[in-house]
């Protein structure tokens, strides 16, 4: 049997869960809602990377990213930030949309999924 570990979260959700040697993250958003779409999506980079230690993992083990930007016209300002962070020598499979959030103070939202390390 599978053995399923949920990290942080509440009622409704984990922030992150692991199984059979994946990490699943929620996904994440920006706790600064004042910043700008570079600063929210760094905001999320940093939540994601702690996220992905807690579960024995980190950034390289990224198997893909699911990017919600509520403007798809802030694209370039989150792909500069995302290109900051990501490590070149292993790029996940990644998906940029235009949705509407949850809040509407979010400008982007992220979820992973990544190997344990």
């Known amino acids: 049997m599978t053995e399923i570990q949920r ?5 409704r959700l ?10 699943f993250l929620s996904g ?3 706790e ?15 939540q994601i990377d702690h996220w992905l230690a807690q579960c024995s993992s ?4 990224i ?8 403007d798809m016209g802030d694209y370039e300002g989150m792909n500069a930030a995302w290109d900051a962070w990501v490590d070149l020598q292993h790029p996940p499979a990644r ?4 949705a509407r959030l949850a809040n509407p103070e979010w400008k982007v939202e992220i979820k992973v ?3 344990q390390g």
Not at 58 to 61: G, I
């Open 28 to 30: 994440m958003v920006p």
């Open 7 to 11: 990290f942080g979260g509440n009622y």
């Open 95 to 98: 998906a940029c949309v235009q």
């Open 32 to 46: 600064n809602t004042d910043a700008d779409i570079g600063g929210q999506t760094a905001d999320v980079l940093r």
């Open 113 to 115: 999924s990544a190997a």
């Open 14 to 23: 984990c922030e992150a869960a692991t199984a059979n040697g994946f990490v």
């Open 63 to 70: 198997v893909e990213a699911t990017i919600f930007l509520a």
């Open 58 to 61: 980190d950034k390289t083990r």
